[in-house]
């Protein structure tokens, strides 16, 4: 004899995909949801912005505000100097142009990112490897220390904290958000 078959109450599934999991909430790494309505559908739409990794170490006094607002200046220079690998389409390209310009804006930026990666020992330093993938390419730390560390070898996580927060002190020096006398 066949069963009575009852039919699955999928509405709840699909609306749980809509948020973060119970596990990735309960970490604290969301900030509360922002309503906005869609102007197409009329739906309203809730908006969660995970923080950042500088963000979360400021809030738990791990780096000093100097640090962190350096760490948001390197990485705005990051993006400024489209060094993210980000394609993006430009609307006022000429149909068959052939050669992409750098504006005088992203060379500055491109300037300014290689003295500071020069202040922080070069891409094969551990500080500047650092700043590259966490900073710049806002990889997380875990990530970076798991899969990228410094030279092609594993970063244990207390270690890679360290490193951003060395890191972190030298481009505060460098942009001139801490004097030497007292970064020393």
Known sequence: MAGKRTRKNTTSRRDGLAKPSAWRLQHGNFHPPSYDTDPDTGIVVAHRRAVDSISLMLANGTITREMHDAGTIFRELFRTAALDRMATSQLERVAGGGTD??????????????????????????????????????????????????????????????????????LAMHFGLTPRSQAA
Not at 126 to 147: D, H, I, K, Q, Y
């Open 101 to 170: 310009v750098l504006s005088v804006r992203q060379a500055d930026a491109r300037r300014r990112i290689a003295a500071a990666m020069d202040a922080l020992g070069g891409h094969d330093s551990p500080a500047g490897s650092c700043a590259w993938f966490v900073l710049g390419l806002e990889f997380s730390l875990r990530t970076w220390a798991t899969r990228q560390g410094w030279g092609g070898r594993y970063v244990h996580g207390p270690v890679a904290q360290g490193m951003v927060v060395a890191a972190l002190g030298t």
